[in-house]
């Protein structure tokens, strides 16, 4: 009876002690945790314009005010406020986006008066059974913490993901929405994931939570140089882009376009009626973007442009996002026009 008590005593203790660990962990970080309030404007069943409003989380990564979240929060926002732990809010605009890897950076318009910058980990070292914890604004409540551990780590490489290799971690701690754009931290605080997706038959969290890697982060929108450009587009494959009457293999048919985004700018147009084609969604009626530079967006098109920007190897003919002025030939009523996409840095 005695061993049976001294033991169960000792689990208390570590459970106690570890709880508290956690508790201060969070201390430590939260500050460096944001929620992300966004407005659109999205296509209703009546094929009109409306607006939307959104919510999602990021983290703090640098003193020039960049903030790590995920794409699709914060691709289709024509406006974008940071909120963070004091309350302060901050005007922010998109720096860099990755649709394929659900990664984006954004940058604050200014400085807030109180702010803790979040330090990147290596995702590279992150095992299977290493506990986490993820901070968000799970249906709008800011700053919740949920804890859990890595379950898995997952490759993807789909066409409509541009060919990329994406890096998930698989995770049983808690991510709904709201949740998307927020950080994964390992137990060191540091940002190891962003919060990106569920699967999920419910609607809600079944334990089935992905965030894309830091080391991935890292590669498409810190380091690299993928620019932002206001377009949500769907990359056509031979068979879509045949359907669709596409001079060549392959194409981005453009779903949509921010207002005031350097695709806004260049006259590049949206479109304006759904479909399903081949068991996918979409929105036809806008311009299909064929080539940039005189590079074909073909399906080998796609990944020869990818892996050659992985590589670092971009050269004129291939440098879709990566340089300030870009030659667009353009599928719209027919006929192939040319546009230029600039950018302003």
């Not at 789909?158 to 994964?184: H, K, L, V």
């Not at 194409?251 to 006259?267: C, T």
């Amino acid at each position: 009876m005695k061993k049976i008590i001294f033991f169960l005593c000792l689990n208390f203790c570590v459970f106690t002690i570890h709880s508290q660990y956690i508790s201060e962990l969070y201390k430590s970080v939260n500050s460096s945790v944001v929620t992300i309030l966004t407005e659109s404007k999205v296509l209703n069943g009546s094929f009109q314009m409306t607006a939307s409003e959104g919510i999602g989380s990021g983290v703090l990564i640098s003193e020039e005010g960049e903030i790590l979240t995920a794409a699709h929060v914060v691709n289709d926002a024509e406006k974008i406020t940071v909120k963070f732990l004091n309350g302060e809010e901050v005007m922010a605009k998109v720096i860099r986006s990755a649709n394929m890897a659900d990664l984006a950076l954004i940058r604050l318009s200014w400085m807030p008066n109180e702010y803790t910058v979040a330090k990147l980990g290596n995702s590279e070292t992150v095992s299977i059974g290493d506990q986490i914890i993820i901070i968000g604004a799970p249906y709008g409540l800011e700053h919740s913490l949920s804890v859990g551990y890595i379950s898995g780590k997952k490759n993807q490489k789909t066409r409509t993901s541009g060919f990329i290799i994406n890096e998930f971690f698989q995770t049983d701690a808690s991510i709904n929405q709201g949740n998307s754009g927020g950080p994964m931290f390992n137990l060191k605080g540091e940002v190891i994931g962003i919060s990106s997706y569920i699967i999920t038959e419910s609607g809600g969290f079944q334990g089935l939570g992905f965030a894309a890697t830091s080391n991935l982060a890292k590669k498409v929108v810190i380091n690299g140089n993928r620019r932002w450009t206001g377009i949500s587009g769907y990359v056509l494959d031979e068979k879509t882009a045949w359907l669709l009457n596409v001079p060549i293999n392959g194409g981005l048919l453009v779903e949509s376009v921010v207002n005031l985004s350097p695709a806004y700018f260049s006259g590049i147009k949206g479109g304006f009626e759904k479909a399903i084609i081949n068991g996918n969604e979409m929105i036809l009626g806008g311009d299909i973007i064929i080539s940039v530079n005189d590079f074909p967006l073909t399906n080998e098109g796609f990944e020869q442009l990818n892996e050659l920007a992985s590589q670092q190897k971009m050269d004129n003919s291939a440098s879709f996002l990566y340089q300030k002025s870009n030659k667009l030939e353009v599928l719209r009523g027919g006929s192939i026009v040319e546009i230029m996409l600039d950018f302003k840095d």
